[in-house]
């Protein structure tokens, strides 16, 4: 691995992207979908390198389907590769939904994705048997994986969502959680009694269970028919603080059929959290039961026994835009000092996203960058001091230059079991953050001590 960045007026090199490929994200969203296959429009090696880091996340098989374009088509155009390509997917899987991503190849040679398909569907003759064919356009040389992501599901939404009568439930769209943060929304929204679409849902299709035979679609996923309903829910939560001003589902919902779209940040510690609860309370007319009530008072007992241990450290956090404004402001309440938020995305938003979920919470402003790679991160972190690290597996080579604990969230997770069963969101994920965070810190101290602690 490479470990100097060479900046040479305008051209800088970026050395261990904090960001990955823009239709990474896409095929992730598309995974979430029901019946559905991600189809990567571009070279085998692209979807290589996305099943790669998606098995290795999540531990389940993905299958990414390609066009597989090679120099040939790169210069006469891969459209033939695309319809044999389809045709082979839609022979072997029977989806009922396509999810077509371009790559920074197909964008290069100027591929039309959306005609292609159109002239796909229609060699076909009789369009009854034919999936549904949603192309999303992703050059990665222009977003991240979370653009990727977005976009996906704003296609989704665009192909399927249908204007009606209000239903009264509501359209939750998460952004890139985890599977046990899906499964534990899920939970809030049955205890609330609240109906939820939740849009995408990768919780089954990238957690389940062993099975005996691999089934070449897995179960789970979004279902069509309640993406159709979308168009006619109550209102959309989109989760996600520097949102603002992008076009995402949530904002194609209620520009497209009128459904009010809230966004407030991941609810991430006990102030993101009460104010979802708040939110959704408000809108579903539903008290909070007791049960998150009293999971509220838990985590706020283990804040008070726990703070001599958390309170003044100070952490660097890196990773996806919102999810580093959700981490701050939950380090922030704990009493750690978020020194370095930073992000390879770009949206112009996280500076103001930050500071407006950390206001009051902490002494002195987070220094925030987007756009970095991971050789500007260990730059800032040396002069910042840091106690931890909190962030995916792509920062441990720099907490262990450090000699600091890295705190893994997030994705993506490749140097420990378990990253699709870690619970960020709501008061029971904040508990097993504020855990994970304190004995780190406390096993910091241990391990850094001459005489070592058996008793803290
Ligand atoms: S960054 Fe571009 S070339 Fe690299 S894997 Fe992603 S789409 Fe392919």
């Known amino acids: 691995m490479a470990t100097m960045a060479v900046k040479t007026g305008a051209a800088v090199s970026t050395t261990n992207a904090c960001k990955l490929c823009a239709p990474l994200g896409a095929a992730l969203a598309f995974r979430g979908i029901e019946a559905t296959v991600p189809f990567l429009h571009g070279s085998q090696g692209c979807a290589t390198y996305m099943r790669r880091y998606i098995i290795s996340h999540f531990n389940e098989p993905i299958d990414i389907a390609s066009s597989a374009l090679g120099e040939k088509q790169a210069v006469f155009g891969g459209g033939p590769n695309l319809m044999q390509g389809l045709a082979n997917v839609i022979r072997k899987y029977r989806p009922r939904l396509i999810g077509v991503a371009t790559t920074c190849l197909t964008e290069t040679i100027g591929d039309d994705v959306p005609r292609l398909l159109k002239d796909f569907a229609r060699e076909q003759g009789d369009d009854s048997e034919l999936p549904l064919l949603v192309p999303v356009s992703t050059p990665s040389y222009v977003g991240t994986h979370m653009e990727g992501f977005h976009a996906a599901t704003r296609a989704v939404v665009a192909a399927l969502a249908e204007p009606g009568p209000r239903h009264g439930g ?43 035979h691999y089934p070449l679609i897995p179960a789970g996923g979004t279902p069509l028919a309640a993406i159709r309903r979308s168009g006619s ?224």
């Not at 049955?190 to 099975?211: C, H, N, Q, S, Y």
């Not at 922030?332 to 949206?347: K, Y």
């Open 170 to 212: 509501v359209n939750l769209l998460p952004g890139l959680v985890s599977p046990a943060d899906l499964r534990h929304l899920t939970e809030i929204f049955r205890e609330m009694e609240t109906k939820v679409t939740i849009l995408p849902d990768f919780a089954a299709t990238l957690d389940g269970p062993a099975l005996a």
């Open 233 to 456: 829910a109550a209102a959309s939560l989109e989760l996600g603080r520097t949102l603002a001003g992008k076009d995402t589902a949530g904002g194609l919902l209620q520009q497209a059929c009128g459904i009010p779209c809230l966004r407030l940040g991941l609810p991430i510690g006990i102030h993101e959290t009460d104010r979802f609860l708040a939110e959704l309370t408000r809108i579903s007319g539903r008290p909070v039961p007791a049960r998150i009530k009293e999971e509220r008072g838990r985590l706020v007992d283990a804040y008070v026994d726990g703070h001599k241990y958390v309170f003044g450290k100070r952490a660097v956090v890196y990773g996806e835009e919102d999810l580093v404004v959700g981490l701050a402001a939950f380090l922030a309440e704990i009493g750690v000092q978020p020194v370095l938020c930073a992000s390879g995305g770009t949206s112009g938003q996280l500076a103001q996203a930050v500071a407006a979920a950390t206001a009051d919470l902490t002494r002195e402003a987070p220094v925030v960058r987007e756009g970095v790679d991971f050789f500007e991160i260990e730059e800032l972190a040396a002069a910042l001091e840091p106690d931890l690290l909190v962030g995916h597996s792509k920062g441990y080579s720099l907490a262990r230059r450090r000699r600091i604990p890295l705190i893994r969230v997030g994705f993506p997770i490749h140097d420990r079991l378990g990253g699709q069963r870690i619970l960020h969101l709501g008061y029971r994920g904040a508990q097993a953050l504020f855990d994970t965070v304190a004995n780190a810190l406390i096993a910091a101290k241990q391990d850094g001590s001459p005489v070592g602690y058996s008793y803290m």
